[in-house]
């Protein structure tokens, strides 16, 4: 990680693209400001280039954060998601952040994969054509292997790893910034968050470990209808290079895309929101990235998922509890949900029950079982934000992918079908969870698991000795005692529970 001094240089450099492109504060909005900020924009517009005269104001923040690099390109494609809340020409205007980038010469991709193959390009690929599109860390080509079979090859950008650095450095120091001027700000745990990006950044810049995501995701998506995978085609993977199947279908980010005959886009957005939480509920491993750039589709309904970079991972804890939230919210069982979030330490224990569930009744109540054409998502994020404020929720690090990826996924199903209603679409993946994991026989199944471990670690316990356990049992009893009763009643819970779950 760069040191303070370059950070914070870097913060200043990016300020100031941000001033030159009239990105910063943008004149188009600077009537909406307060007069003393009005008065500072003016000021910093006056040393604004030439390109802060040109195109509209997403336009000019697009040409921005493309000059500022690859972590500011990835915050473009979250915002470019989310017309509902910017305006929907801001956020076409930032889409080409998404895979439509400059692209770097095709000479240093083949001399990229060479240098990881070890020999010539030609004695793995017949023919290995110009860039199809460009992001912020890497761009695809299109290929054909010498057994004929037709691949997209992803390739790193040069030097990429020293911006990404650079970036986060930057990022980093900023947090800090926050923590330290901006105390109401701490609950957000801009540093915390900074690690995550960090983390899940540095997996990114790895295409080996991102062949081995899709290949996980790719076995977990094909346990349901919902969304597919390209097949990893591992003789063509290295360090900085990926190469996957080709993907029949047409980008959902290209012009025109849902407006292809035979498309279902009803069912499509729904496609998209179960196959998210299918695999975060069932597996606990998700795409963590699931902007239009990296979805392409086919009628009637079909979904292909591309650039495995961006995993996120959940817990079993972490999965009842979203799943219980989401079931809580799909009943309007606010009491319950208010319930999973002190049980999950969501909530401090400070706080009352009933005064949580009351507040996420006057969130719930107006958005559930409505159409996402008549729901603010602007007005709803305003609201949760304060009430997490109110209720001294802090940022939890484990679930910001997760957040991120809940925020983007509706974002894309809304454009998809403005009409879509996000809890009849999750309703059946989280009704299925809750029946297969919350049953009765799931509880016992659970129960006998425990107590299986239990006798494990109990039996263990009693090999470390050097005589047979009963033997302790026979020169110690009043010591152990109490250790034959514990492991006979995890024997007796063993027996009860594999006796009720083979009658059911």
């Known amino acids: 990680m760069p040191g303070q001094i370059s950070s914070a240089l870097r913060l200043i450099a990016a300020g100031w693209v941000l001033v030159r492109h009239d990105a910063l504060v943008p004149r188009e909005i600077s009537h909406l400001?307060?007069?003393?900020?009005?008065?500072?924009?003016?000021?910093?517009?006056?040393?604004?280039?030439?390109?802060?005269?040109r195109g509209r104001p997403g336009e000019r923040l697009a040409a921005a954060f493309e000059k500022l690099g690859p972590v500011s390109i990835k915050?473009?494609?979250?915002?470019?998601?989310?017309?509902?809340?910017?305006?929907?020409?801001?956020?076409?205007?930032?889409?080409?952040?998404?895979?439509?980038?400059?692209?770097?010469?095709?000479?240093?991709?083949?001399?990229?994969?060479?240098?990881?193959?070890?020999?010539?390009l030609g004695s793995l690929f017949s023919d290995f054509a110009a860039p199809v599109g460009a992001a912020s860390l890497a761009q695809?080509?299109?290929?054909?292997?010498?057994?004929?079979?037709?691949?997209?090859?992803?390739?790193?950008?040069?030097?990429?790893?020293?911006?990404?650095?650079?970036?986060?450095?930057?990022?980093?120091?900023?947090?800090?910034?926050?923590?330290a001027l901006a105390p109401p700000l701490r609950r957000l745990e801009p540093k915390?968050?900074?690690?995550?990006?960090?983390?899940?950044?540095?997996?990114?810049?790895d295409m080996r470990l991102e062949a081995a995501a899709a290949s996980e995701l790719g076995d977990v998506m094909a346990r349901d209808p919902y969304m597919r995978a390209p097949a990893v085609v591992w003789e063509g993977v290295g360090k900085r290079f990926l190469t996957l199947e080709w993907v029949q279908g047409k980008p959902?980010?290209?012009?025109?895309?849902?407006?292809?005959?035979?498309?279902?886009?009803?069912?499509?957005?729904?496609?998209?929101?179960?196959?998210?939480?299918?695999?975060?509920?069932?597996?606990?491993?998700?795409?963590?990235?699931?902007?239009?750039?990296?979805?392409?589709?086919?009628?009637?309904?079909?979904?292909?998922?591309?650039?495995?970079?961006?995993?996120?991972?959940?817990?079993?804890?972490?999965?009842?509890?979203?799943?219980?939230?989401?079931?809580?919210?799909?009943?309007?069982?606010?009491?319950?949900?208010?319930?999973?979030?002190?049980?999950?330490?969501?909530?401090?224990?400070?706080?009352g029950i009933d005064d949580f569930a009351q507040a996420l009744r006057a969130v719930g109540e107006p958005i559930v079982g409505?159409?996402?054409?008549?729901?603010?998502?602007?007005?709803?994020?305003?609201?949760?934000?304060?009430?997490?404020?109110?209720?001294?929720?802090?940022?939890?690090?484990?679930?910001?992918?997760?957040?991120?990826?809940?925020?983007?996924?509706?974002?894309?199903a809304r454009r998809?079908?403005?009409?879509?209603?996000?809890?009849?679409?999750?309703?059946?993946?989280?009704?299925?969870?809750?029946?297969?994991?919350?049953?009765?026989?799931?509880?016992?199944k659970d129960l006998a698991g425990k107590g299986q471990k239990l006798l494990d670690a109990l039996t263990r316990l009693a090999e470390t000795k050097d005589v047979p356990a009963a033997a302790v049992v026979v020169e110690r009893p009043a010591t152990h005692a109490g250790l034959v009763a514990v492991i006979a009643l995890a024997a007796l819970v063993i027996a009860l529970s594999a006796l009720v779950l083979g009658r059911g």
């Open 33 to 53: 400001l307060p007069a003393p900020v009005r008065f500072a924009a003016r000021v910093l517009r006056l040393a604004s280039g030439p390109a802060a005269r």
């Open 75 to 120: 915050m473009g494609q979250l915002l470019s998601t989310r017309g509902d809340i910017f305006g929907q020409t801001f956020a076409e205007d930032l889409s080409r952040l998404k895979d439509r980038l400059p692209p770097f010469p095709t000479s240093q991709a083949v001399a990229e994969i060479e240098a990881g193959l070890g020999r010539p």
């Open 140 to 179: 695809a080509h299109a290929a054909q292997m010498a057994d004929g079979r037709r691949v997209a090859v992803k390739v790193l950008r040069p030097r990429i790893e020293r911006r990404v650095a650079a970036d986060l450095g930057a990022m980093a120091l900023s947090a800090r910034w926050v923590e």
């Open 192 to 205: 915390a968050f900074v690690a995550t990006v960090a983390r899940s950044m540095a997996l990114e810049l």
């Open 252 to 351: 959902l980010s290209a012009a025109g895309a849902l407006d292809e005959p035979g498309l279902d886009r009803p069912a499509l957005a729904d496609n998209l929101i179960r196959a998210f939480l299918a695999q975060a509920l069932d597996h606990g491993v998700f795409h963590a990235d699931l902007h239009e750039g990296n979805l392409f589709i086919a009628a009637p309904a079909q979904l292909f998922a591309v650039d495995f970079g961006i995993v996120g991972r959940l817990g079993p804890g972490e999965r009842r509890f979203l799943a219980e939230i989401l079931w809580g919210f799909i009943r309007r069982d606010y009491r319950r949900i208010a319930e999973v979030h002190f049980e999950a330490g969501y909530v401090p224990a400070t706080h």
């Open 370 to 412: 409505r159409p996402a054409s008549e729901v603010s998502m602007g007005r709803l994020l305003g609201q949760l934000f304060e009430i997490t404020g109110l209720f001294d929720m802090h940022m939890r690090s484990e679930l910001v992918l997760l957040q991120k990826t809940m925020v983007t996924v509706e974002g894309v």
């Open 416 to 444: 998809i079908d403005p009409d879509n209603d996000i809890w009849a679409a999750a309703r059946p993946v989280v009704e299925r969870w809750i029946a297969r994991e919350l049953s009765p026989a799931a509880r016992l």
